[in-house]
């Protein structure tokens, strides 16, 4: 079987990686609140301190969520750059007459 070019296999990559991407942010705020909860909640907080504990860490993790996230939408845009970049060079290759350089 001889392998082809496809470009909607890159476009799947990429949108799997803005996918994957969603999901690191969510679960890096979760993971965060519950590790702020449990911190606040092994210092012997109580009731609101516990949240406020909670939600300070989550703040961390979404931020720490959101740079992973962009790396990830970084390759995805660069891997959808380089199929626009391939459709644009085939198309000016077809529009092109082909002619001989005088030398």
Not at 22 to 43: E, L, T
Not at 85 to 91: G, K, V
């Amino acid at each position: 079987m001889a392998v082809q070019y496809d470009p909607s296999i890159i476009t799947k990559h990429a949108q799997a990686l803005y996918n994957r991407a969603s999901g690191i942010i969510f679960a890096w705020g979760v993971i965060g609140f519950i590790g702020g909860a449990i911190g606040a909640s092994a210092m012997n907080a109580q009731g609101a301190f516990v949240l406020v504990g909670g939600l300070v860490v989550a703040l961390s993790g979404v931020m720490f969520g959101r740079a992973r996230a962009f790396s990830l939408q970084l390759q995805a845009q660069v891997a959808l750059c380089q199929v626009a970049i391939e459709a644009n060079t085939r198309r000016a290759m077809a529009a092109e007459p082909v002619t001989a350089r005088a030398g």
